[in-house]
């Protein structure tokens, strides 16, 4: 993508930095179906899409960084990213066979939203620099729970 037809829509992006760009950005393509809207190669930065979904990765010290204090791995610590997937199982068996770290095991799980409950189908992995990806798929509302 590139010049006017690079219209990117997400009100809310995740600037992720990476230890080795070319590693996270094979782990986020190859294994986890991201596609490239934009990169900068000489930067160390590629932005990412997937089914809606958007995040940027900044390799540490290729570019400039904007951070408070010291960067220790693993980082994002205290943070996890919950993506959308419209085939949270394909994509669970794409992790596992790729050997990722799994944090969380795939699981039908039911949050109490008021006066009712929404549920996930979803599982957490790990990242190359120990971001926590909890990818969901909607499983609607219900109030029986």
Not at 2 to 12: I, V
Not at 33 to 39: L, M
Not at 41 to 52: C, H, S, W
Request: charged share 30%.
């Amino acid at each position: 993508m590139g010049g006017s037809e690079n219209k990117l829509t997400a009100r809310l992006v995740p600037e992720l930095y990476c230890s080795d760009i070319n590693i996270s950005k094979a782990f986020y393509i190859d294994i986890l179906g991201f596609k490239i809207c934009y990169e900068r190669p000489d930067e160390g930065f590629v932005y990412l899409e997937r089914q809606g979904a958007e995040l940027m990765l900044d390799q540490i010290e290729k570019t400039r960084t904007w951070l408070k204090g010291e960067l220790v791995h693993p980082y994002g610590r205290g943070v996890n990213f919950q993506i959308q997937t419209d085939n949270v199982d394909v994509l669970y068996a794409n992790v596992q066979q790729a050997g990722c770290e799994i944090f969380l095991e795939l699981e039908e799980k039911w949050y109490r939203c008021d006066e009712v409950h929404n549920g996930n189908r979803q599982f957490i992995i790990c990242d190359p620099d120990g971001y926590l990806l909890r990818f969901f798929e909607d499983l609607g509302e219900r109030s029986d729970v």
